[in-house]
């Protein structure tokens, strides 16, 4: 998070691997190595707040 003194805003982003594996071009399953979900938080010198 991070947070300006002068004016408050703040932003807070996470990742994860949601599924651990999927099928791969043989339809085998094979592991999945990078992220599928991410979440972010925002929040605006304006006062504006926003999240998905």
Known sequence: M???QQS????SARTAIV???RP??????VPVEGND???LS????S???GNC
């Open 2 to 4: 991070v947070v300006n």
């Open 8 to 11: 408050r805003y703040a932003v």
């Open 19 to 21: 599924i651990d594996e």
């Open 24 to 29: 791969g071009a043989d339809g085998a399953p």
């Open 37 to 39: 979900v991410a979440w």
């Open 42 to 45: 925002l929040e605006l010198a």
């Open 47 to 49: 006062g504006g707040y």
